[in-house]
């Protein structure tokens, strides 16, 4: 299993099941890009409609550690959740576009 995978899990089992329902909506909204990756952490912006600047999301995968600048109550926020879960995602079409066979190009006589 991945880290990325570990950490969405160790995420799902910290999070209330509302939570984890405002995570999903908001992973599906669009809302979450990448800032920045390297080795240790992934830096994400979360924008939220009606609020000026989009909140900052800081994974890290190999720790299972994760944190966000919302100032929620819940932990795991739904911005982490939805972070992680983009991420993952993510990091699933990679494996799978590795994966993919070549297509063969147009035949030359």
Known sequence: MSALA????AIREESGPAT???GQALS???????QSVDE???????????RPTPLTTTLYPEDEIWECDCRGKADPC??????AI???QAEG???TAAAAPARPGPASL
């Not at 240790?40 to 009606?50: A, F, M, T």
């Not at 739904?78 to 972070?83: D, L, R, Y």
């Open 40 to 50: 240790e952490e992934v830096v994400l912006r979360v924008r939220i409609p009606g």
């Open 86 to 88: 983009v991420l993952r």
């Open 6 to 9: 570990e950490l969405l899990e």
């Open 20 to 22: 984890w329902s405002a």
């Open 93 to 95: 079409r990679k494996a």
């Open 28 to 34: 599906r909204a669009g809302v979450v890009s990448v």
């Open 78 to 83: 739904e911005h982490v959740i939805a972070a």
